[in-house]
């Protein structure tokens, strides 16, 4: 069972909605990562976030620590906002000390906003 | 800064072959990771280092993975004999304080395909 656990795993909006997508976590983390995946196949870092709520642009990320959730938010979204989101969070582990850890994935959510 | 740099971008190859992936992580940063990306699993962590001492291993699936880095600047993945179930895309990633507190910054991915 995959530790980090995203819904929905696919998503069709119309340009314009408001759209969510939520991570949900078991395992202890220090901070959580979103991350979006361009059709291209690249990869880059939207968050980093540890706490409360974190905003850049039309993205927003909220995170709740003792529910071990956290979503994204993309407000007036657009067609080039569509793309793979990918949760990830970390793993505490015996061996990891101080900020070094391994990073869990989620299955990532498939998003395509329409005109 | 340039970014992460990976090569090669695309890999054919037969069975058997040894196969031989770079990276180049964005000076000043302190953690490397690499990365493997198929449609069944999603994202997972092969190996991680942190000032180029291997940290975690524990994702490399087997004897025939193997990765160095034998400077801050560059990180070989090497795979012998190759297997076409490990066909996947190659990802490394850099960052300044570690998978825990720090942002990750991608390469574009080495797309390997073993025939």
């Known amino acids: 069972k995959n530790e980090v656990e995203q819904s929905p795993q696919n998503l069709t909006a119309q340009e314009g909605e408001f759209i969510t997508i939520n991570c949900s976590y078991s395992v202890g983390i220090s901070a959580l990562h979103w991350l979006q995946q361009h059709p291209g196949g690249g990869i880059v870092s939207l968050f980093m976030l540890s706490s409360g709520k974190k905003k850049h642009g039309r993205l927003i990320a909220t995170i709740n620590i003792q529910e071990k959730h956290s979503s994204l938010h993309i407000t007036a979204s657009h067609p080039r906002d569509s793309a793979v989101y990918i949760c990830a969070c970390c793993q505490i582990g015996p061996n990891y000390g101080g900020s070094q850890g391994n990073l869990i994935f989620g299955k990532g959510t498939k998003l395509s906003v329409k005109p | 800064d340039a970014g992460v740099i990976q090569s090669p971008r695309h890999e054919v190859t037969e069975m058997g072959q040894e196969v031989t992936l770079r990276c180049k992580p964005i000076s000043g940063h302190n953690s490397l990771f690499w990365y493997r990306q198929t449609m069944m699993r999603g994202l997972e962590l092969l190996i991680y280092?942190?000032?180029?001492?291997?940290?975690?291993d524990s994702g490399m699936p087997e004897d025939r993975f193997s990765a160095k880095m034998p400077n801050a600047s560059f990180s070989t993945l090497k795979i012998q004999p190759s297997e076409p179930r490990d066909s996947a895309v190659y990802f490394c990633a850099s960052s300044l304080w570690g998978g825990f507190t720090g942002e990750l910054f991608f390469g574009e991915g080495s797309r390997l395909t073993v025939l």
């Open positions: 280092f942190n000032n180029n001492v291997p940290i975690d």
